[in-house]
């Protein structure tokens, strides 16, 4: 044992250390960030392990925006009508497969018991409930540091927002 260990102090990191540098533990965690992030394939993406994926998700996001963009379309609009023309494509595809005798996988059924209902009610009903005692606290003026900081957020984004688009944002924050 070293003696700045012994006197509670923390040894600084050498960079001759034995261990890995995949072994850095950020913020003193007793996971590192791979293992933060849920260590699957996910995070193999999210941390550019799998470089490829990575940059295909990175340009399917860019050709998603700029379809959005330069469509002038509202993105409610452009989802519906790519959810049309998948359904339109299963259906032709369905009658395609019963015209030629061949059988589809079937599709599994998709229920909700009603326990998992009620408990995801409960949740919300507790998330909203705390969210309107919070803006009824902002409003009343029972916190006015609160309220100072909300005005500020809200006439922040109203300046940012008259300079970009939702969508440009979005990407931005991406």
Known sequence: MDNSERDGEAAAPSSSSASPP?????????????????????ADILLWKRRRV?????????????IFERSGLPSLSICSDVLLLLIVVLF?????????????????????????????????????????YLAHDITVGKDFRLFFQVVICLWLLSAIGSYFSFFSLAYIGE
């Open 54 to 66: 990575s940059f295909g998700v990175i340009v399917v996001a860019t050709v998603a925006w700029l």
């Open 22 to 42: 995949s072994s850095f533990k950020l913020f003193n965690r007793k996971g590192s960030v791979h293992q933060f992030m849920g260590g699957g394939k996910i």
């Open 92 to 132: 032709v595809r369905a009658n395609f497969a019963a015209y030629r005798d061949k059988q589809l996988q079937t599709l599994p059924e998709l229920v909700l018991s009603e326990e998992m209902v009620n408990n995801a009610a409960a949740s919300f009903r507790v998330k909203i409930n705390n969210m309107l």
